[in-house]
């Protein structure tokens, strides 16, 4: 036998690509993409990024199992099932695109107008281009409804503003250095990881970690305290901390003369709310309550991690801005370690303008608010809406009220078209559905809401199938449109070397040709950034604002004030009485809203929808670990599988979330138990300002049947998506 050849030499080529993580989380981390013959082969974080530190969450870790996910939109889709069914035909671009656009022409020249057509988007990635840019400029040409994005953090956002004046607070990186933390309405290990890390590094040099949470969440556990106030009712303890700062003097006087406005009336509305009236508000000990006061007022530097949780309220806006009363008062501002975290977005010197061009606007458009889209899809006039264009996010899943939401998709009237990665909830109830690149496909660029690096995404593959970014989609309808502004011509390149202002002096530096060759470069502010350690705040008076014109000229109370959910006992004791328990729906810690969670390593990992109740309230209804309930209000139910625990506190019941509906075994998930009433200031949506009561139900009975019917679900799914 003649002797074999020895086997060719494989040739490889191996890059590392520079990137970043486009999901709706603070951290914004920096990516090296390894590709080797074009298929990435890997995603890692950068080593030498200040805050990713080569570390990334379970879940960007595993990008490459969304990337090249067999579940995966490539091509062009027509409907041919009913709305809802999930049945679609493969087709062409060109008649895509040309579907599309004869259908819209022929709505703005109707009675009805370009108004009838709405954009409905949000984070699904975060990305300045791929976020807001050609899309904006498309819909403004158009004349089409503006969008109010509410449905995550205009309310917070709002309250800091009436007090801080812009979303801008202590450095990340300098975390590491207080001496108390306070990490208030957020759990940093499951949405901010990056942050956790310089707070166990605090920890570690001494520093004390307090969790203000209803819910004993990852965090708490390990926090050296954890007070589990009743929701909603954050603004009620600030007061109360602010009272006992103030009855025992433990105050920076010095830095409220100079740099704050409104201290004497504040002190008249503090005194509302003593340790004894707060203690039954929150239902806190009152000693707790006057023991953080005291370790408030004494520790330095002190700083407040506070977050977005703590809004989905009636009265969301007023707690922000309350709590971020605080820090002025003991002079906290002062530290680079000190004062507050809400998010740094207002740092960047984003050119939002020349993103979007408002310019191009020649009506008057209405605003259609995102977090009521149930509610406009039925009712809304002056026109209907005729026409929904959804990208970047996943309405019939995350957004409230999903039985009015599900019914406003199913309007066989409706033109729906649906860009996305996959065959979501809402693809489902699509005419049209195009694909979507991922984050490994396209060029972006990135600021950040929890840390000061601007950072570039470079394209590391080609896209799969047929997949399109956004901006090319919206060139390709504003060329079918006949939008021959030159704007609808500009690259990706083009848009990112205009996304940062060079005039403003936090931005200077930030080139876009060279940003995309370093990855990230951190803003022009010094090292040790201490915003307000001499005043500067940009508010109209310069001055922290206790007391706020602004939001007196809106018919809103100047001062920090307390509101107590719509749907609680406070507010509303007949609906108590019928659904005692109060209901959140905090992320899962193996999804972000509704991303991933499709993907077999987080159905694998949660298993199934479950509601983690405390042992009294379970055993008043009979409730025992591991048995299906029923949860349930006015506007809807869902099946969920029991955990009793006392990581809820009395009174408090947590769902996990948020579920593709289609994944889940009942076909619901927590949105059929949310509202659409909206916040005090922001007009935000209200998740956590819901009342329930749970029941045991003999359907699904058992945990494994349930399971049996998730996977069902889930096979079902996999099988629509090949």
Known sequence: MPPLDP??????????????????????????????NGRAIKVAGDPDHPTTKGVLCTKVARYLDRTYSDQRVLHPLQRTGKKGEGKFRRIGWDDAVRTIAERFKAIATSPDGPQAIVPYSYAGTMGLLNYGSMDRRFFHKLGASLLDRTICATAGKAGYAATI???????????????????????????????????????????KLVAIDPYRSLTAEKCHEHLALLPGTDAALALGIMNVLIAEDLLDHDYIANYTLGFEALRERARDFPPQRVAALTGLPQQSIVALARDYGTIRPTVIRLNYGMQRHAGGGMAIRTVACLPALVGAWRDPAGGALLSSSGTYPVNFKALERPDLIWNSPRTINMSTIGEALLTADGPPIRALFVYNSNPVAVAPDSSQVVAGF?????????????????????????????????????????????????????????????????????????????????????????????????????????????????????SAFAPFAEGNFPTPSGKCEFYSESLKSQGLDPLPAFTPPRESAAANPGLAARYPLALLSPPARNALNSSFANLPVFLDAEKLPHLEIHPDDARSRGIVDG???????????????????DKARPGVVVALSIWWRKLAPDGNNANMLTGQALTDM?????????????ERTPRLNGTASGEREARQRHDRYQSSSS
């Open 7 to 36: 086997p060719a030499p494989v040739s490889t080529h191996r890059v590392i690509v520079r990137g970043a993580c486009p999901h709706d989380c603070p951290d914004t981390c920096a990516l090296h993409i390894t590709v080797e």
């Open 165 to 207: 004046g812009a979303s801008i607070g202590t450095d990340l990186e300098q975390f590491e250095n207080a001496r108390l933390i306070l990490i208030w309405g957020s759990n940093p290990i499951v949405s901010n990881l990056h942050l956790w890390s310089r707070v166990q590094e605090a920890k570690r040099r001494g520093a």
């Open 410 to 526: 199913a309007r066989e009237d409706l033109f729906c078209v649906v860009h996305d990665v996959f065959l979501t909830d809402t693809a489902d109830y699509a005419d049209i559905v195009l694909p979507a690149t991922t984050q490994l496909e396209h060029v972006d660029v990135h600021s950040s809401y929890g840390h000061l690096y601007a950072l570039a995404n470079n394209a590391a593959i080609a896209p799969l199938g047929e997949a399109k970014p956004n901006t090319e989609v919206f060139r390709r309808l504003a060329a079918a449109m006949g939008f021959d502004d030159p704007c609808f011509r500009e690259s990706d390149e083009e848009m990112a070397r205009s996304a940062f202002n060079p005039d403003h002096p936090r931005g200077r530096g930030l080139d876009w040709d060279a940003l995309k060759v370093t990855g990230w470069k951190r803003l022009d502010v010094p």
């Open 627 to 645: 048995e299906n309930v029923r949860v349930f209000n006015d506007r809807g139910s869902l099946l969920l599988t029991a955990r009793v625990t």
């Open 682 to 694: 922001g007009r935000a949506a209200t998740f956590y300002d819901v009342l329930v009561q749970v």
